[in-house]
């Protein structure tokens, strides 16, 4: 959008939602706001891990209920429209910016967490390092710097094919507002 609240520049992406969700998506009713980013169909092609991906994130004060989390990024090394392989970056309903589907998909098993609330109402730097090593790769999260969340990751294939930042949450949320802004994609190779 233009105009409106951005972390830098004349644009930022605001996803938001302000209602129940409907029985359209194929993939379960979760509130989907945000746009993709198919690395495999930029020029350059998809990401060699690992991957840096470093982003601006503004989120509402918007209660996180029990058992609710915003996923504020999604990776993926599958290319294909299935997104079967993935590892997300969540606030959960405790506060803390967390990986998920960590060293698997569904679990949540981290070798570091950290419990500092993250930030609402005011940009906040999100930084992630992800190796997709198919013999075994890893994931860390940062917060304007400071380490938040680091795991195992398996079932890579060493490509970041695709990601979405922005606004994705739970069927049981019917408010909540997430701007993205100042998205970099790096990798040393």
Known sequence: VAGEESHQGE???????????????????????????????????ACPSPCLIDFWVLLDDTPIGPG??????TF?????????????????????????????HGAADRAYQG?????RGQWVRVTTLLDLDSDGGAAAVWQDGVLMSAAAVDGG????????LGLYAPPSMTEASVWNDDVEILSER
């Open 11 to 45: 644009r930022a992406h605001h996803g938001w939602l302000t209602g129940e969700t409907g029985t359209e998506p194929v993939d379960g009713p979760n509130h989907r706001g945000y746009p993709t980013i198919q690395l495999g169909r930029r020029p350059a092609g």
């Open 68 to 73: 609710e989390w915003i996923s504020l990024a």
């Open 76 to 104: 993926s090394p599958d290319a294909s429209d299935g997104w079967t392989r993935v590892v997300t970056v969540n606030v959960g309903s405790e506060g803390w910016l967390h990986l998920f589907h960590v060293p698997t």
């Open 115 to 119: 419990t500092a609330a993250f930030p």
């Open 157 to 164: 294939d060493g490509d970041l094919d695709q990601l979405h």
